[in-house]
């Protein structure tokens, strides 16, 4: 049918309401609505888009536009017909693109169809895409069948993209001049709408395998023309970087990453592509450092002539989460995991948890075996900081020259033995979470100096660099040493004490938490019964009698291990106070002597010794065991332990 006829059939339609009815329905129910609307059929264009709203529509349809055209522009290229051309619209009917050699395109442009335009039924009535985005299988719309003047000089093709999931994202629309309309037409646009659909599948599949882990990213360069064509790019990388979660697709890597100075490094590994595995490098990120650990893989894809590299980035958050989670360094302990009913003990779980809610460094003293760690660990479980890392370090198990590269890490080839690719300090995987350094007052002088500039200015260089890493770790530090008395012996700084001694937390020892000690007797008998898998073991009443009057002196740590060797060696269900003395080293013939009563003791003290002595004999004979040297005496415990204070003997 030529232009004229054409013509004479669209008036005709617009001046007899019957010519509707030959119509479809749809089509049909557009008109009518269309002729409510009052339009200048005759002039009416569609509704310009200024520049600015334009680029944010494309923006928003970057992946959209993207996916398209990949299955668009090979088609187009591949075809002979010089007059068929496809319309790319968005799901609110904006013409993004045009595809097509330049017939179709000087086609177009004389019948006033141009991108950065909306097809609104309101503003032009009925039209391919006011018809067809609604449809299920794919609409066509001929010359005449158009509302406005400037449609019917073509026949268009509609298939709207969408998927699955019922998500609308746009449609794209074949146009052939009029007079060239082929239903053969439609089945080709829906195939390339399906074709669109699977690259939105495989692309979100992909999308979603690469974010499936919190913390590890994936990024597809294309390099084939020189630059860095971002491919590919998931939202963990975005999120790793700092930046916005948007669509970078076409755009160029270096509009995320700046080619600054100090993302040489990173530049370097990407433009001559180098192959690297698990290279822990800092990138400046909108003027923000930020470390990450990269692998890369080089690519060739000779169908669409494309090369580049694949780069795998984990955060730093990620690696630390792997170290605690391998390393054993993961905080396990919570406050409901102190067992404790003692006044005293109350009064600090109290303390600690009004510390844990603040940010200040902490300092906790007590003797050994009291449970700083412990206490360190379910301070950071209540903290802001609980799910960061948790990073502990023993000062005392270094030598003087490891503990700097333990603590700040190193570079390849700061010192003999260092690993090729260098490694990451404590301070470093602790990043944002809690740094517990144990037995602080063992660390050398001159690392004390170096971890208290750390403290003030919140960076450091790892051992053979110059590159600054900034670091923001909340200090928990603990020691049995009277830190005081060192600072005075000018073993420990007095600067860098009370600068970890914001908050001060005196564990009391076990000997001062009566109250607790068959309470903590109960729980790991239960426990180590449990992990052993024996039957749960009872103590004979002599044998508590020695738990409660024995004075600990390795504390919480002795008593579980005294409960732990005796029931991973004795199969008895009742277990008595000779048992616990043979375990202790005290039950031998020579050693072991009856109890004598009190009028005795103090009738042999008054006729043969003073009373040093007597105190003297007592201990020996007891093994310096000053509850039993006590009872030995006749004694309370309370009165022994004055007495030899006041004899000097303590």
């Known amino acids: 049918m030529n232009l004229q006829n054409v013509e004479k059939q669209w008036e005709f339609m617009h001046n007899n309401q019957n010519a509707l009815k030959k119509l479809s329905r749809i089509t049909r129910q557009s008109w009518e609505k269309s002729k409510t609307y009052n339009l200048d059929y005759m002039n009416a264009l569609p509704e310009p888009i200024f520049s600015r709203d334009f680029e944010r529509i494309k923006l928003i349809s970057k992946r959209f536009f993207v996916y398209a055209s990949s299955i668009i522009n090979p088609l187009i290229d591949q075809t002979s017909d010089k007059e068929i051309g496809l319309m790319l619209f968005d799901k609110e009917g904006c013409l993004l693109r045009l595809y097509g050699r330049e017939p179709f395109l000087s086609w177009a442009n004389n019948n006033n169809i141009k991108i950065a335009t909306k097809w609104s039924e309101s503003v032009i009535g009925t039209n391919i895409f006011s018809i067809g985005i609604n449809s299920e299988n794919g609409t066509i719309l001929k010359g005449a069948e158009n509302f ?43 195939s390339i709408a399906r074709a669109i659909v699977l690259q939105f599948f495989w692309f979100t599949s992909l999308g979603i395998y690469c974010d499936i882990t919190e913390g590890t ?32 697709y076409y755009d160029q890597l270096e509009n995320i990453i700046d080619s600054l100075p100090q993302n040489k490094s990173f530049w370097d590994i990407l433009n001559k592509n180098i192959k690297v595995l698990d290279k822990t490098i800092q990138i400046t990120v909108s003027g923000k450092p930020v470390i990450v650990s990269i692998s890369t893989s080089s690519f060739k894809e000779k169908k669409f002539h494309m090369n580049g590299i694949i780069v795998s ?26 067992i404790a009913q ?66 700040f890490g190193y570079e390849s080839g700061a010192f003999t033995g260092a690993k090729k690719e260098g490694a990451m300090g404590k301070f470093e995987l602790a990043n944002n979470g809690t740094f517990f350094l144990d037995e602080i007052g063992d660390m050398p002088l001159d690392i004390q100096a170096v971890l208290l500039r750390v403290l003030e200015e919140k960076c450091f260089s790892k051992v053979g660099g110059n590159t600054i890493i900034h670091s923001d770790v909340r200090i928990i530090t603990a020691t049995n040493k009277n830190l005081t008395d060192r600072v005075k012996q000018g073993l420990f700084r007095e600067d860098l004490f ?39 073991v009872q103590l004979s009443k002599d044998a508590l009698a020695y738990i409660m009057e024995y004075s600990w002196p390795g504390n919480v740590r002795e008593l579980q291990n005294l ?59 007891c093994r310096k065991n000053k509850t039993k040297a006590a009872a030995y005496l006749g004694i309370s415990r309370s009165t022994f332990y004055r007495r030899l204070h006041e004899l000097g003997m303590k």
């Not at 906790?364 to 948790?390: C, M, T, Y």
């Open 498 to 536: 009370y600068r970890l001694g914001v908050i001060r937390i005196q564990i009391p020892p076990l000997r001062s938490r009566e109250n607790d000690i068959l309470l903590l007797t109960e729980h790991f008998i239960t426990q180590i019964c449990a992990r052993l898998g024996k039957p749960k």
């Open 342 to 407: 003692s006044g005293i003990m109350l009064e600090v779980m109290k303390r600690c948890k009004t510390a844990a809610l603040i940010d200040s460094n902490i300092l906790i003293l007590g003797e050994s075996g009291v449970g700083k760690d412990v206490i360190a660990q379910a301070i950071h479980n209540e903290s802001k900081r609980s799910k960061k890392p948790f990073v502990a370090i023993n000062c005392a198990s270094f030598s003087k020259e490891l503990i700097a590269s333990e603590l």
């Open 313 to 338: 980035m984990n955060s730093i958050s990620r690696i630390n989460k792997l170290v605690s989670k391998y390393s054993g360094n993961a905080a396990r302990y919570n406050f409901d995991d102190v």
């Open 563 to 621: 409960l732990e060797g005796i029931i991973s060696t004795c199969d008895a269900k009742l277990i008595n106070e000779k048992e616990i003395q043979h375990y202790m080293g005290e039950y031998s013939d020579d050693i072991l002597v009856s109890v004598p009563d009190k009028g005795s003791i103090e009738a042999s003290v008054l006729d043969e010794f003073d009373e040093r002595i007597e105190y003297q004999r007592a201990l020996k004979i």
């Open 148 to 190: 406005s003047r400037f449609l019917i000089n073509g026949d268009y093709y509609f298939a709207p993209i969408k998927l699955d999931d019922g998500d609308v994202y746009g449609g794209i629309a074949l146009a052939v001049p009029t007079g060239r309309q082929s239903d053969n037409l439609l089945a080709l646009a829906v």
């Open 217 to 248: 990213g994936m990024l597809c360069i294309d390099q084939s023309n020189g630059c860095n064509r971002i491919l590919m790019i998931s939202n963990e990388t975005m999120k790793i970087l700092g930046i916005p979660i948007q669509h970078y």
